[in-house]
């Protein structure tokens, strides 16, 4: 290991986000450099005078690798679904782990039904402030919805019979209500709702 290498690990150093993919490092000198990972650079003078790749650098690559920090383009960000501590897209909203993430297309178990659906979005709000149905009842507000936490996200789904038609229904779930499907499960059960 040479001698930056080194230091990158020994050294005193906090390694702080800044956004648009930078980040502060404070030495153990005192002093705050800004290190941008993506273009290689630091305000460092061993960088900048030297052009070498200075601990700085090698110390933000090894925060991110190990998970302390986000990489570039993501956050720190608490999962609304499952609480779980996670680093999700900058624009990221709602805010999901990845286990518990969900997009357009993906396919999911309800866990009432036992009948799988096609995601077509998951909104930002939350099951106790969704209206749905011509009783514009709350999503939360429903009687198969009460196990499931009333602030989590809202996922519009369509059950998959019914994706292929012209104008297919979408309905309102509560994220945790609906279990991720793998595609060994798409192919290879049956479907009570086709």
Request: charged share 30%.
């Amino acid at each position: 290991m040479d001698e930056r290498a080194a230091r990158a690990w020994t050294e005193r150093m906090a390694v702080r986000p800044l956004g648009d993919g930078r980040y502060a490092v404070d030495s153990e000198s005192g002093a705050t450099y800004v290190v941008d990972p993506e273009n290689r650079s630091c305000t460092c003078p061993d960088h900048a005078i030297r052009g070498e790749r200075c601990k700085h650098l090698r110390r933000v690559a090894i925060e991110i690798s190990t998970g302390r920090v986000p990489p570039p383009g993501e956050r720190r960000a608490t999962c609304r679904a499952c609480g779980a501590e996670t680093f999700v897209p900058t624009n990221a909203v709602p805010a999901l782990c990845p286990d518990c993430h969900l997009g357009p297309g993906d396919v999911v178990r309800d866990r009432e039904s036992g009948k799988r659906l096609v995601v077509a979005g998951v909104s930002d709000r939350r099951a106790d402030e969704v209206r749905v149905g011509p009783d514009n009842r709350l999503v939360a507000a429903y009687d198969t919805n009460a196990a499931y936490p009333r602030d989590d996200p809202v996922v519009e789904a369509t059950y998959l019979g019914e994706y292929a038609a012209e104008n297919p229904r979408r309905y309102s779930f509560p994220r945790s209500r609906l279990a991720r499907v793998d595609n060994a499960q798409i192919l290879d059960v049956p479907d009570p709702n086709v």
